[in-house]
């Protein structure tokens, strides 16, 4: 099974994404990452502070990722072209796949939970709960969710994409049954990262 990269880029200063030169560079990222992975890959654009980009795709496993592509002569120009316009923050990669993911949503929250590893059995079995409460709201299916499969990791993570419709909606949901068990989440874990973001068009 193939497994979903989110990726957080924070844009230097002095760029934009307004700015065509850049636009065109994201675009060619995007392009090099599709022909070589065979999946397509996006970025979206954080809602609170629009200067960190996140860059979400599929690969085949860890090794394609690390051994495949960092093997390969143009991944030194993927890098030089992206270190041009962005500083890097984190990775990491879920075992879910990313068209299950509603990536069109007005609001895409993408919600990050660490914990010990002694407690995951007991938040998995609570977060489907949650998921089940969720999509009763927003549909059968509608809420993604995945483990972090990236190897020496001394906590557990779990990630949570939920498309919203607006604001609106996720204040609604919120005071909801299903919006209330869905910050219960927050007791099992020992961090806990909330983000709303929005696919950038016409790269």
């Known amino acids: 099974m193939p497994i979903s990269e989110i990726g957080l880029l924070k844009l230097k200063s002095s760029k934009s994404v307004d700015d065509a030169d850049l636009r065109a560079r994201m675009n060619e990222i995007t392009v090099g990452l599709q022909a070589f992975t065979g999946y397509p890959f996006y970025f979206l654009q954080q809602v609170k502070d629009p200067s960190f980009i996140y860059l979400l795709g599929e690969w085949e496993s860890l090794d394609q990722h690390y051994k495949g592509l960092h093997g390969l002569p143009d991944f030194k120009q993927l890098v030089l ?9 984190w990775m990491a990669h879920y075992d879910f796949k990313m068209d299950e993911a509603d990536l069109n949503a007005e609001l895409l929250e993408v919600a990050r939970f660490t914990m010990d ?10 977060a489907g709960l ?26 557990e993570e779990f990630v949570v994409l939920v498309p919203w419709k607006d604001a609106q909606q996720r204040i609604e949901v919120g005071e909801t049954e299903a919006g209330v068990e869905y910050g219960k989440l927050n007791d099992f874990s020992e961090e ?7 696919l950038l068009k016409d790269l």
Do not use: P, Y
Not at 117 to 126: G, L, N
Not at 133 to 155: A, C, F, I, P, Y
């Open 81 to 89: 072209t992206m270190s041009q316009f962005f500083e890097f923050q």
């Open 117 to 126: 590893q002694s407690r995951r059995a007991e938040f998995a079995t609570k």
């Open 130 to 155: 949650v998921v089940q409460k969720l999509d009763d709201h927003l549909g059968k299916n509608k809420t993604v969710t995945g483990w972090k499969v990236d190897q020496q990791r001394e906590k």
């Open 192 to 198: 806990v990262e909330i983000q709303h973001i929005r």
